[in-house]
C-alpha cells in the first residue's frame, strides 16, 4: 500500500511539474492572413504546441507550422475541401467535436471559421481569441445564404437554427474569450453573453517604413467585397478630382472598375515591397468600410501616413481623431468627402514619426507578452 501510494504520489508531481501540453485550434489554414498571422504569434509563444483545424491546405500549414503536428478533421478527406471550405459550415460543428484533444493542459482556439466548438479534456483550460462571431451565421447570414449553390442554400435555410444554437451553446465550453477589439467584444457579448478581454491583434509594424516624399494619391488596400466600401472612395475621390490608387482584386472588381473614372487607378494583386511603397507614399489611407480589427489602417500608420476612416469597428481602437487621422460618422461619400476635406485642410499637423510611434502599440512582441501574460493569469 505504502509503495502505491508513493508511486501516485510521484506520477501526480511529475504531472504538477512537467510542461503543460497546448493545443492550438484554427478554424482552417487555407492562406494566411489576419488570422492566421495571430496563430504564427501563439507558436512562437507555445512552440511546443500541436495545432488542430477543420481544413488545411498542406504548403500553407507548413509555411505557417514548420514541422510542428498539424492535425485536421474528416473534413481534410472530401475533394477539393480547401477550395470550398465555407461551404461545408453545416458539417463543422460535428468535425470539431470529432477531434481528439484528448491530454493537453490548455486549449487556444482562434474563432472566426468555428474554431471555439472543440471539446477539451475534464480539466484543460480553454481560452478563444475570438476576430469575430461567425458572421456567416448571424449578421452576414442573408449574403452567405446568397452567395452559396441550391443545396446548400436549402441546407442551412433548414439548420440555420441548429447551428446558431451550437455556437452559442459552444461559447459556453470556453473558460475565457479574448475579443481584438472593443467592437468584437461587444458582438461576444451580444451573441454569446459573454464578457471578453481585449488583445490587439499582431501587426509587424516594423517591416512598414518612412518615405522620403509623399506623393499626390489616397490608398484602399485589401480584398474587393462589398463591406469594405471600396465603392465610396472611388465616388469621393472622383467628386473631388483626388487620385485614388486601389490594390487587391476580389469578386467586386469588375463592377468597381466599372464604376470609377480617370481618377482611380486599380494595380492588382502587388508584392509585399510595393505594397510598402504605396503606403508610405499615399498622403493618406482610406477606410469607409467598418471592419472588426482592421490590420491595413496600423501598417498605413506604421508607415507614417494618416488614416481617414468611418468611426466605427475597430476604427476606433486604432485611430486617434486629430492625431494619427480622421474619424468621420456618415458611411458615405458625403462623409468621406468631408473627411478628406477636413485632412487637406490640416494635413500639416499630422508628422510621420508620431503616427508611426502610435503604430507601434499594436507590434508582434507586444500581443505576444500580452496574450500570455493573460493565459498565465487564467492558469
Known sequence: MAETTDLLARIG???????????????????IAGGEQVVRSLLNIYPQADVFTLIADPDVARKLC??????????????????????????????????DLSGYDLVISSESG?????????????????H??????WDQFPEYRRESGALVRWMMSALIGRLRMWDFQS????????????????????????????????VDVDKFHLADAVEDYYLITG???????????????????????????GPDTDSL??????????????????????????????????????????????SGRPVLAFARGGALDTVIDGTSGILFDEQSADGLCDA???FEAGSARFEPKAIRAHASGFSRARFEADFKAFVDRQC
Not at 508531481?13 to 492562406?31: E, F, M
Not at 473534413?75 to 471550405?85: D, E, R, S
Not at 466600401?229 to 483626388?242: F, H, K
Not at 487607378?265 to 499615399?282: I, N, R, W
Request: net charge positive; charged share 25%; glycine share 8%.
Open 13 to 31: 508531481s511529475d504531472a504538477a511539474t512537467r510542461p503543460p501540453r497546448v493545443a492550438i485550434v484554427h478554424y482552417w489554414l487555407v492562406g
Open 171 to 202: 461559447a459556453a465550453r470556453v473558460d475565457a474569450f479574448v475579443a481584438n477589439s472593443h467592437h468584437v467584444a461587444r458582438r461576444i457579448a451580444q451573441y454569446y453573453r459573454r464578457e471578453a478581454a481585449v488583445i490587439a491583434p499582431p
Open 114 to 130: 468555428p474554431a471555439k466548438g472543440v471539446l477539451v479534456p475534464l480539466g484543460a483550460k480553454h481560452i478563444c481569441y475570438c
Open 340 to 342: 478628406i476635406l477636413r
Open 257 to 302: 472598375k466599372r464604376r470609377s473614372g480617370r481618377n482611380t487607378l486599380f494595380v492588382g494583386q502587388c508584392s509585399f515591397a510595393e505594397l510598402k511603397d504605396y503606403y508610405a507614399k499615399a498622403r493618406a489611407f482610406l477606410m469607409p468600410g467598418e471592419e472588426d480589427f482592421g490590420i491595413a489602417p496600423v501598417e498605413a500608420m506604421a
Open 223 to 249: 480584398r474587393h467585397v462589398g463591406y469594405k466600401r471600396i465603392d465610396l472612395a472611388i465616388d469621393a475621390c472622383e467628386r473631388l478630382g483626388r487620385r485614388l490608387v486601389i490594390t487587391g482584386t
Open 66 to 99: 514548420g514541422d510542428r503536428k498539424v492535425v485536421t478533421s474528416y473534413l481534410q478527406k472530401i475533394p477539393g475541401a480547401t477550395k470550398m471550405h465555407r461551404k461545408l459550415l453545416p458539417l463543422m460543428p460535428g468535425a470539431l467535436e470529432n477531434l
Open 132 to 137: 469575430t462571431p461567425m458572421r456567416y451565421l
